[in-house]
């Protein structure tokens, strides 16, 4: 095996001005997107609608993409493996390597992660295949007496355990605990369950042999539940989102890399603006403030793609969706975007506003 330098792999993963593409959907959770699109969920769909990412020209706004284990394997149309497809653009493959959520036995529905058991062999093989880092999702749900201390716990064990084993294999780990968008909760109460969280995430990575310097975070950020009566605005959820970080979050962690989790694609842009500017104001630009977006890079390709699929639309529109989206949140990451935002919600409010 070569020898690697899991630093220097973090640190290209967090240069300035890039992020992550988050495209690791479990079968189940693309095949959901796909059938709601009116597309069936075999492997070719998948294979073909991840194509559009992966020979886009994204390398100038990202710096990694995390892949599901299928797709790994898989090969784009004209034959070229998906890992070439972008090692050529200069995008590190990633991979997830938890196997979904499991119920915690005695909980209130809450859940831990399961995949431990066979991680370190399982990361032998994805690295040998060309992955250079990981990904591990835990997810706490949020309302008056949850999440519980148990299931912080548990999971922000699990989470350590992960990174170790995953170091171990020579593969950077990206540590996820989402905090679940759902609920009716306060800025206020986001900002004290994610402290809580964050903080007992790093007091376990501590306990484990984890270099930190070779870790990134992927938390949500700091915002009032989906159901909350009261919204923030983007400056109210940088203000939290930066406290939050920085009462929790050490500077030896390079980056800190928010997931989307259900806002909408422009909102997703929008607050990641707006933390990377207040952090550029205040000086608090200690770690890379990025993306590893899911659904906010994703979702107007998707729709662009099933009409592309009915010559509605010229070939290589959903691609050019892919670059615009990454190209938008590339900008915010840098406190640089200044609209309009190109997902197809927001160019449909700019169109019918000129009309
Ligand atoms: C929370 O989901 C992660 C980030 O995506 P969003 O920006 O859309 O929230 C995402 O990486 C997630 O972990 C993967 O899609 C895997 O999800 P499943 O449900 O398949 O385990």
Redesign the pocket.
Known sequence: MEDVDLKSIAEKLTIRGKGIL?S???T???GKRLEKAGLQNTEDVRRAYRENFYTADIGNSISGA?LFKETLYQHASDGVPFVKCLTSRGVLPGI?V?Q?LVPMPGSNGETSTRGLETLASECKQYWQQGARFT?W?AALKVSDGLPSEAAIQRNAQELAEYAAIAQACDLVPIV?P?ILIDGDYTLQRSGEVSQRVLQSCIAQLWRQPVDLEATLLKPMMVMPGADASQKASAQDVAVATLDTMRRSVPPAIPGIMF????LSEKESTLYLNAINNLALQQRKDTWALSF?????LQASVLQLWTVERTGHVPQGSAKGMAEALARANAAAAKGQFQGPHPSITSLAGTLRENF
């Not at 997931?259 to 259900?262: A, E, I, K, T």
């Not at 590893?292 to 906010?296: L, T």
């Open positions: 988050a690791d959907e479990s189940g959770t693309i995390i997830k938890d979904g990904k999702r996820e989402e997931l989307s989790g259900g590893s977006f899911g659904r906010a």
